[in-house]
Every structure is written in structure tokens, then in C-alpha cells.
């Protein structure tokens, strides 16, 4: 039998992981700490209106850790926003990691069956 704490142990250590991972797809643009709007179905970023926390030379939040909490204009990036968001620029890397690959319906039928 596994031990409660073991358990945890696992689940922590798997979300560390995945949490890594997902930051890793990040390629640190910052064009999502800038103001954004929709104008004739495009996205417009205003580049004058950076985010407070915003490090425009390195493109790094200041407060990134504590982000959440300090600006409550920051949005938490899920798979769902990468998916289906439009204030997301198509040059982001959640972006390009799963909108633009094709998504593939699972077969009832294994595609090598013969």
C-alpha cells in the first residue's frame, strides 16, 4: 500500500513538471502585457501602453511570481486561452504550440491496421 504522503509527493512532483513545461512555451515576447483590442476582426496591440509591471527591454514581468495578485488586469494563460482566445497574438508561443497544429479526432479504427 502507498503512503498518503508518497501519493502527494507524486502528484506535486507531476504538476511541477507539466508547470514547467507549460512556462517553457512561452518565448517571452511580453506582447500579451501590452493593452490590446480587437479592430475589423484584427488584433491591434498598443505599444504604448505596456503593462506597470512590465520590464519593456527584457520583455519580463517585474512582479511575476506575485503577478496575479498585484495586477488584476493579468490573465492566467491556459490551454483554453491558447486554444480559443483572441487577445492572444498568433505569434505566441502557447499559440503556436495548439492552435496551429491540426487537432486530431480520435479513430475508432487504428490507423495501421493492416
Given at each position: 500500500?502507498?503512503?498518503?504522503?508518497?501519493?502527494?509527493?507524486?502528484?506535486?512532483?507531476?504538476?511541477?513538471?507539466?508547470?514547467?513545461?507549460?512556462?517553457?512555451?512561452?518565448?517571452?515576447?511580453?506582447?500579451?502585457?501590452?493593452?490590446?483590442v480587437r479592430k475589423n476582426g484584427r488584433l491591434v496591440i498598443r505599444f504604448g501602453s505596456p503593462c506597470q509591471f512590465l520590464d519593456?527591454?527584457?520583455h519580463l514581468c517585474t512582479v511575476y511570481e506575485c503577478r496575479f495578485q498585484v495586477c488584476p488586469e493579468c490573465r492566467k494563460v491556459t490551454?483554453?486561452?491558447?486554444?480559443?482566445?483572441?487577445y492572444l497574438p498568433d505569434s505566441c508561443g502557447y499559440v503556436q504550440e495548439y492552435r496551429k497544429r491540426p487537432f486530431r479526432r480520435p479513430t475508432d479504427e487504428p490507423q495501421n491496421s493492416r
Amino acid at each position: 500500500m502507498v503512503r498518503r504522503s508518497g501519493v502527494v509527493s507524486r502528484i506535486v512532483g507531476s504538476f511541477r513538471r507539466r508547470r514547467k513545461r507549460w512556462e517553457s512555451l512561452c518565448n517571452r515576447c511580453g506582447l500579451c502585457c501590452y493593452e490590446r483590442v480587437r479592430k475589423n476582426g484584427r488584433l491591434v496591440i498598443r505599444f504604448g501602453s505596456p503593462c506597470q509591471f512590465l520590464d519593456t527591454e527584457t520583455h519580463l514581468c517585474t512582479v511575476y511570481e506575485c503577478r496575479f495578485q498585484v495586477c488584476p488586469e493579468c490573465r492566467k494563460v491556459t490551454i483554453f486561452h491558447a486554444l480559443f482566445s483572441r487577445y492572444l497574438p498568433d505569434s505566441c508561443g502557447y499559440v503556436q504550440e495548439y492552435r496551429k497544429r491540426p487537432f486530431r479526432r480520435p479513430t475508432d479504427e487504428p490507423q495501421n491496421s493492416r
